[in-house]
């Protein structure tokens, strides 16, 4: 099965701009999604596709794709960015297709 | 609005079997898959499989194939998820989620539950 990497922490200013990679042979075929987690809760969906947001997703928050890499860029962090963020992808390279998560970077708003 | 709501946490000894369940609420149940992620403490997130209740077909991961069972039962709109030959390494949180996937490439989990933690102790 395919893998999805990350790097394991990134650290941002208060009120600049970061950007998460995922990389993974995986993201040749299929969007990354994205998925913030704070301590103690569920994850939940910030990007998917393209570059969607779900609702009440703020607009600092973007995606983007290239070749085998995937990005998420925060614009303008806000001290509640500060979260584990996962990567996530369909896996075609086995029958069935499954899913693979990356293996998650720490986002420190400092 | 939708709302996965997840069973109470569970405490088993190794070699036992724990079984989760998933009640989905707000939406068609029957159309859109559910997954299943687990998070080990401090580790990260971990698919382990998905049913599509309408098909009743479920897949999983490698991993836990041959030990565990994804369920659901539409009466009720609950997805279940069963683990077997429990170990201390299975200690973890269990989230179910629902997938959605748009144009062929596009696959998320839109919606999740509130996990579940379980616990494998001697």
């Known amino acids: 099965s395919s893998e999805l990497t990350q790097d394991p922490a990134v650290s941002v200013a208060l009120g600049q701009t970061v950007r998460i990679t995922c990389q993974g042979d995986?993201?040749?075929?299929?969007?990354a999604s994205w998925y913030q987690q704070k301590p103690g809760q569920a994850p939940v969906l910030v990007i998917y596709?393209?570059?969607n947001r779900p609702s009440g997703i703020p607009d600092r928050f973007s995606g983007s794709s290239s070749g085998n890499t995937a990005s998420l860029t925060i614009t303008g962090a806000q001290a509640e960015d500060e979260a584990d963020y996962y990567c996530?992808?369909?896996?075609?390279?086995?029958?069935?297709?499954?899913?693979?998560f990356g293996t998650g970077t720490k986002v420190t708003v400092l | 609005q939708v709302q996965l709501v997840q069973s109470g946490a569970e405490v088993k000894k190794p070699g036992s079997s724990v079984k989760v369940s998933c009640k989905a609420s707000g939406g068609t149940f029957s159309s859109y898959a559910i997954s299943w992620v687990r998070q080990a403490p401090g580790q990260g997130l971990e698919w382990m499989g998905g049913i599509i209740p309408i098909f009743g077909t479920a897949n999983y991961a490698q991993k836990f194939q041959g030990r565990v069972t994804i369920t659901t039962d539409e009466s009720t709109s609950t997805a279940y998820m069963e683990l077997s030959s429990l170990r201390s390494e299975d200690t973890a949180v269990y989230y179910c989620?629902?997938?959605?996937?748009?144009?062929?490439?596009?696959?998320?989990?839109?919606?999740w539950g509130q996990g579940t933690l379980v616990t494998v102790s001697s």
């Open positions: 996530n992808s369909r896996d075609s390279s086995g029958n069935p297709p499954l899913y693979v």
């Open positions: 596709g393209k570059n």
């Open positions: 989620a629902r997938e959605r996937y748009d144009s062929g490439t596009q696959y998320y989990f839109d919606y």
């Open positions: 995986s993201l040749r075929s299929y969007y």
